[in-house]
């Protein structure tokens, strides 16, 4: 695709689901920034949610439509009141589908009360002002302890829905 005019390849992208389409991304330069074009994420949108719902969720200036399609998708799959979510090995905090937080990774050592150097270079800044390594381990087990309960729980709520 190196030497196909853009327009080309972005009628090639466009034929890709969004699964696809952020893989693509990872590939080079060129395909992360063709990729990531609104009109295709636009296309997405209008496809999966309909014209309506594309009109009303249309994004602000500081959103692109790929962001807009990955909150509307997180809303679908884990719905729009508060919850700790595991993508991975990851902890998130998300309200109304917007990511909220970084609780963690999964990686942490929660056998000991001191949590890896690697793992508090994950924290934000104010996450970790304030605390010392020893309520941060506690604090994590607590978090971990509910996420589990939350995504083991996910299929028996969705069992009790259909």
């Known amino acids: 695709m190196e030497n196909l005019p853009a327009d080309l390849c972005l009628n090639i992208l466009c034929l890709l689901d969004h699964q696809d389409l952020v893989t693509a991304q990872q590939v080079c330069r060129k395909w992360k920034l063709l990729a990531s074009e609104n ?87 104010d996450e970790l002002m304030g605390r010392n390594d020893r309520q941060m381990g506690i604090l994590d087990r607590i978090l971990f302890f509910i996420g589990d309960l939350e995504t083991a729980s996910a299929p028996a709520k969705r069992g009790r829905l259909l």
Do not use: M
């Open 39 to 125: 009109d295709l994420w636009s296309n997405l949108f209008e496809q999966r949610w309909g014209i309506d719902r594309a009109i009303f969720y249309a994004p602000t200036e500081s959103k692109s439509w790929k962001d807009v399609y990955a909150v509307q998708d997180r809303c679908d799959r884990v719905g729009l009141g508060l919850k700790i979510i595991r993508e991975g090995d990851d902890y998130f905090l998300i309200h109304q589908g917007e990511i909220q937080r970084h609780l963690g990774s999964r990686s942490l050592q929660l056998g000991t009360d001191d949590v890896s150097t690697s793992s508090v270079a994950r924290y934000t800044g």
